[in-house]
């Protein structure tokens, strides 16, 4: 079994796709030139940040919508041609299958499950889904499930909450027939109405509703609003985008943005009872000079006037701290741009002076 799944993630790494949205993040995977996700994961959005192990962060398009199916495609800004392209499935899945579902939950990159299929059919709605147990999380949603044979057998759509591994994919064959059908159109920004079915053009929608059968289409009402931050995130945005910064690659969520400075990483994250810290990871503590590294980082903290050096674990960070009820532009744009120009001087001086080891990442964040 073990065998299976390093197998699987070997052979269809390359072809993994990690989604981010002002909501969150979710997973993907190239079929052809498309990269195929969840409708809930895309959120509504006509752009979202997409970023593949050989593709650095950028902004893909979403040009076909279903939330009747839970389906979205999307389009590289780059063709993405991995060596190894995957297929789906061409045979008839049985119960007690053994698949293998990949994608990015909790953020925690390319995390591989195995299990069984539990019920080859399972009706929801007005859909069918692939019942099975390989545990999956919020984050895997829009990731492929394979079996042995390294096919795709579905997208991992759903789970059960508070049970024991339910997880639901979408089959293959829905996803072959709405990618037939969507191709067929040879044209972009697609909806497909929840009620009648039909794939509709969005220039041909006006006042979101479908001009078919006149349903009230909520994912068009979306796509037309966009995402509209507000209140500290807004500031904060703005804050951001001074320093160079292309906001949209940065977001991680809602109140969470990375971004690379000079060498360095940059994380901002603003807290639910109203605290933002900015900060770069440094170092880490070296095991020799530590009572030297402590007095220069006591010594540097009583002249910083903005940002502060501290130690979390073994790693030491330059950081920003304040208040949302505090936070102005230009108070704001004086200390990011302190701490964008700084860390980088900072980390050169610890890690050559005191032979401190540079901080770790997760190699595909």
């Known amino acids: 079994m073990k065998q299976l799944t390093q ?36 959120g509504g959005l006509k752009e979202v940040t997409i970023s593949t192990k050989t593709l650095p962060r950028t902004i893909g398009e979403v040009i076909y919508d279903d939330a009747g199916y839970d389906l979205a495609f999307i389009a590289s800004p780059s063709p993405i041609h991995p060596n190894q392209p995957l ?9 007690g299958d053994t698949v293998v579902a990949i994608g990015h939950p909790y953020g925690l990159n390319y995390s591989t499950t195995e299990g069984i299929i539990s019920k080859a ?19 895997n949603s829009g990731g492929p499930l ?10 991992n759509t759903f789970i059960i909450q508070n049970s024991n591994n339910l997880g639901f994919a979408l089959p293959y064959y829905l996803l072959q027939e709405a990618l037939e059908n969507f ?14 079915k039909n794939l509709i053009q ?12 006149g349903i009230k289409l909520d994912v068009a009402k979306r796509r037309r609003e966009g995402y509209k931050p507000s209140g500290a995130v807004a500031l904060i945005e703005k804050i951001i985008n001074k320093l160079g910064v292309n906001v949209t690659l940065s977001r991680r969520s809602q109140r969470s943005w990375r971004f690379d400075g000079q060498n360095t990483r940059i994380e901002v994250n603003y807290y639910d009872n109203g605290v933002v810290i900015a900060d770069a990871a440094l170092c880490r503590i070296p095991q020799e000079n530590i009572e030297l590294l402590y007095d220069f980082l006591l010594s540097e903290n009583e002249r910083l006037e903005d940002l502060q050096l501290s130690i979390d674990q073994n790693t030491v960070y330059l950081s920003y701290v304040i208040i ?20 980088p001087l900072y ?12 901080p770790k990442f997760d190699e595909f964040e």
């Open 183 to 196: 191709l067929a159109l040879n044209q972009t920004n697609i909806i497909r109405c929840v009620s009648c």
């Open 121 to 139: 059919i399972r009706v929801q709605g007005e859909a069918e889904y692939i019942q099975f147990d390989a545990a999956i999380n919020p984050g």
């Open 324 to 343: 949302d009820t505090s936070l102005t532009q230009e108070y704001g744009e004086r200390a990011f741009t302190a701490l964008y120009t700084q860390a």
């Open 87 to 95: 297929r789906l499935c061409t045979e008839t899945i049985n119960d």
């Open 7 to 42: 197998e699987t993630l070997e052979t269809s790494i390359e072809s993994i796709v990690q989604i981010m949205t002002p909501y969150g993040t979710g997973s993907g995977f190239i079929i052809g030139d498309l990269i195929v996700t969840n409708s809930h994961v895309v």
């Open 347 to 358: 980390q050169k001086n610890l890690i050559e002076n005191f032979k401190a080891p540079e």
């Open 202 to 213: 969005e220039s041909n929608i006006a006042n979101d509703y479908c001009p078919k059968c």
């Open 146 to 155: 394979f079996n042995e044979a390294g096919e795709v057998i579905g997208v």
